[in-house]
């Protein structure tokens, strides 16, 4: 398995509270993302990373940022969590994004509930 | 906007069968497909990753090919057993201009009865 650890596993808070969560590689890939998985709506991307300092929105970017201060490490905010961000979050990550080494491998996932 | 849909949403057979799972994907310019596995409460398996340039690829049991123009993959499990029993999801990379995004289907359900 790919060296892809997420903190903390699982999480309940309140409304309007921040949360932060952590995706930590030891692959040293230069691409990291991460998604959310929902009931009916499958995996969605949220943000990504080309390097870093270099990040970028994906679909469903709205309510969160992103930061990556150091390969190993991309964090997650919800600056003032909602009920609609309950949901699964996955970090994954790539190698390349243009060669064959474009494969992405997924942490195991942060369960995420906020009342 | 890419569209990604996998049928069946759910399929149960018996242990031993050979069975077939379809995804399908509506822009055909894509850079590469990958299946995945997840089983329940866990993170997405990769399985097989096909380039666009390929027509299909195999590990062990599973073959996935791919068709590009016709914006179709299969991913085809030879002699099932209960352990193959997860979903299953399929994602497509887009190329250039798209910032190498992932679409994923919404997953079929294996279940693989003993």
């Known amino acids: 398995d790919a060296g892809i650890t997420q903190s903390p596993r699982h999480k309940v808070t309140e409304t309007g509270t921040p949360v932060t969560l952590r995706c930590h590689q030891t692959e040293n890939h230069r691409y990291m993302y991460w998604y959310r998985q929902d009931p009916g709506h499958g995996l969605r991307l949220i943000h990504y990373?080309?390097?870093?300092?270099?990040?970028d929105k994906g679909e469903v970017s709205d309510g969160y940022s992103v930061s990556r201060s150091k390969t190993e490490d991309f964090l997650l905010t919800l600056e003032s969590a909602t009920s609609s961000q309950t949901s699964v979050y996955f970090c994954a990550i790539s190698e390349s994004v243009t060669s064959g080494l474009n494969e992405q491998f997924f942490g195991p996932g942060t369960r995420l509930t906020v009342l | 906007k890419q569209e990604v849909t996998q049928i069946p949403a759910a399929l149960s057979v018996p242990e031993g069968e050979n069975l077939v799972l379809n995804c399908s994907f509506t822009?055909?310019?894509?850079?590469?497909l990958q299946w995945f596995r997840q089983d329940p409460g866990k993170g997405l398996t990769s399985l097989l990753l096909i380039q666009s340039s390929q027509r299909e690829q195999t590990s062990g049991r599973l073959n996935a090919s791919l068709d590009k123009s016709s914006g179709r993959s299969t991913l085809y499990i030879a002699a099932s057993q209960p352990g193959d029993s997860a979903t299953y999801l399929c994602?497509?990379?887009?190329?250039?201009?798209?910032?190498?995004?992932?679409?994923f289907g919404k997953g079929t359900l294996l279940t693989v009865n003993p």
């Open positions: 990373s080309y390097g870093v300092k270099d990040t």
């Open positions: 822009d055909s310019a894509i850079y590469n």
């Open positions: 994602a497509v990379k887009a190329g250039k201009g798209s910032n190498y995004k992932l679409t």
